[in-house]
């Protein structure tokens, strides 16, 4: 069975600091790896994913993630955030065929002026 | 490109009373996903498809939940009787069939009275 574990409920940070929003998954098979950030009254939107190859994972608005197989993590970071990335964020593991993508219970980034 | 569509986004029930959602996926995805997000917490499958089957419903409730996708492309979501604790929203994706990123709808927040 798979399991996601977001380790923060919530996440505040000041505008331009740096941040991690810590994600720990578990299966016993090869995994896919998802970040999905979610704006109020909106649905997920893909921020990044990790497939296969390079374990630092690039994804939009600054946002990248490093995939840690022997930790088995999957941490979020940003250098520097704005205002603007105040939203929910999820971390998901899936597979490949027939696995369902299961989602962690979700962070929220609340960015202060 | 229009993005995955949902009808309505907001609802307003009372309690035993009946009520549909309808979602309507990206042209050319394969694979639909009913999904229910309760406050504070991440997104939890209820029904998965592959074009027109159902491949994964082992969390729906079927006592009084239904779905279906007739024609393999738009899908309907149904609850009779509505419940206190059906209060949600319910997200719709969709995605290739043979890749993993999904695509979100913007939902229906469901308020049974």
């Known amino acids: 069975a798979q399991s996601v574990t977001q380790l923060d409920s919530q996440v505040p940070v000041f505008e331009e600091a740096p941040v991690e929003l810590r994600c720990n998954y578990s299966?016993?098979?090869?995994?896919?790896l998802f970040w999905y950030v979610q704006y109020p009254n909106q649905g997920l939107q893909l921020l990044l994913k990790?497939?296969?190859?390079?374990?630092l994972v690039k994804g939009i608005n600054g946002f990248e993630a490093e995939f840690n197989k022997s930790q088995t993590s999957f941490h979020l970071r940003k250098p520097s955030v704005h205002i603007s990335d105040t939203a929910e964020y999820f971390c998901?593991?899936?597979?490949?065929?027939?696995?369902?993508?299961?989602f962690g219970a979700g962070t929220r980034l609340f960015v202060k002026a | 490109e229009a993005g995955v569509v949902q009808s309505p986004r907001y609802k307003i029930i009372e309690k035993k009373q009946p009520v549909a959602f309808w979602c309507n996926p990206i042209?050319?995805?394969?694979?639909l996903y009913w999904y229910l997000q309760n406050l504070g917490q991440g997104p939890e499958l209820l029904i998965r498809y592959e074009n027109e089957e159902a491949v994964d419903d082992s969390q729906l409730p079927k006592d009084r939940f239904s779905a279906e996708r007739l024609k393999g492309v738009d899908s309907t979501l149904k609850i009779q009787p509505a419940e206190l604790g059906d209060s949600a929203v319910y997200l719709c994706?969709?995605?290739?069939?043979?890749?993993?990123?999904?695509?979100f709808g913007p939902g229906t927040r469901l308020t049974v009275l």
């Open positions: 994706a969709s995605s290739l069939a043979s890749a993993n990123e999904q695509f």
């Open positions: 990790y497939l296969s190859g390079s374990t």
């Open positions: 299966s016993s098979v090869s995994v896919y």
């Open positions: 998901a593991v899936g597979g490949g065929g027939g696995f369902k993508t299961i």
């Open positions: 042209s050319g995805h394969n694979t």
